[in-house]
């Protein structure tokens, strides 16, 4: 029986990309995989799978019954929604420890790196299987992208050693400028349905009970929202009441200042003030030095929720 | 700040030489680390423990505020009480994914092998640590004992591979003739309080919101217990009313024979009836094959609690 690996809900190049290259390991180790995802790429992942030749794993959402080996989380709000009735193999990750249980043993490589990718390189190592020079190629894109180009503060060593090992392999000179051409699809934001926008990062967290959507848009320029602001606040807001969240927290990130201007809408006015410190002033607060949503966003909150 | 590398409830030798054999590689790598313990030794730990000229762990009991390297489980239920206001920075495991969560990364290492010293080895060679022998002898001893000296379901050939480094690392040459030495200090139960043989190697479960405990004696001949079987049987029905259990098992393991006995206080009269096929008379019912509470006990309870 095949297992499938598949990265979380609304996919990122982390998911996408380390799935396809896990799948890939497994296979060249004698345990038979198939790459999975739970939605479409992103236009940055559509770019890195270009770029390097492949096309997008299966899209598939049951998994009942199936053998599933886990990416990039271990949370069941963004497993697969059977993920009950299948048997979890394995996790690889590189998150806080979420609320998938098991009931039978399995394997899990966590770390705390800036990227799942950086993980699944440890696991090629372990293994002692040569690295695909397109599959280097997308693991190395999906570090830069977790990774802001080494710039947020969840960037390891280890990351970095890793981009640099996976350049040599892919035959990459200037990583550094594949990253930014990455980032620039990224900002395109222009044409792109406000919904879109709102869902390409999102991640929905059960914090002590409530349901909290945190969305992030990462950008090499804010203006490139200055058209759209308002029509995003109006969506993270219809989304809240969709989906009974107790809050929806839109980040939208400037790679170059090194910052991200929070859009919020919460039951909590004070929400922003007792997590981060600084009160939000018409839905809006200026978070600086903030990229990642990981280190930087969830673990006060979580401690404002406590 | 150092971190505290701790393993579960009434500590088993993987938990305790687990404990040591991870502290002494933190701290080799440059990470300040203790070894601590939750309990008392059992007599066959302190048998490997003295073979090997090593004092028990630090006994602690509260780790608020403190970090903590999480040894041979995921559970809340057998880790430290106050282990929500502590920082697990890692765990280091070979069971089902538990209950455990965090809300920071963390780094993982849980493999579905015989014993989380089998994964200890790998991490020392992850960081080309070269591991002393008197260390070599007792993470070998951790796993003879995790794996009946090889017999148990739950032995991979990462753990033969692993014990065989171990012995000679630790210039054991006739290393099962050791693990029976050590069986035969473990079969050793004339004179102990019957709470204690009952405690000795229990774990407790939330199986679907029930609380189960799950007691395991291994011998190398039943008939250790002929004369106490009665006391053992109205404990365990104690133990249950106690501690509001839903049901108390204690597994009578025979290494020789590979089979258990077990000892079933129950809320369900069916139980062992629905887990295993086979019903319950006067309180015991004997599993052929059965050595392992992991792989063959706990798997099938869960599924009839479902």
Redesign the interface.
Known sequence: MPMYVVGHKIPDSDSICGAIALAYLKNQIGEEAIAARLGEPSPETAFILERFGFEAPLYKEHYAGEQVYIVDH?ELTQAPDDIAEAT?VG?VD???????????????????VGCSNTVIK?MYD?YNVEIPKNIAGIMMCAILSDTVIFKSP?CTTADIKCVEALAEIAGIEDYKALGMEMFKVKSAVEGTPVRDLVMRDFKDFNMNGNLVGIGQLEVIDLSVFDQVKAELEADIAALKAEGNRHSVLLLLTDIMKEGSEMLVVSDDADLTERAYGKATENGRVWLDGVLSR??QV??PL??AFA
């Open positions: 271990s979890i996790i590189h998150h806080k420890l979420g609320d998938l249980t098991t009931s039978t043993p399995l394997e899990c490589w966590i770390r705390p440890m372990f969840t990981k280190k969830v673990p979580q401690e």
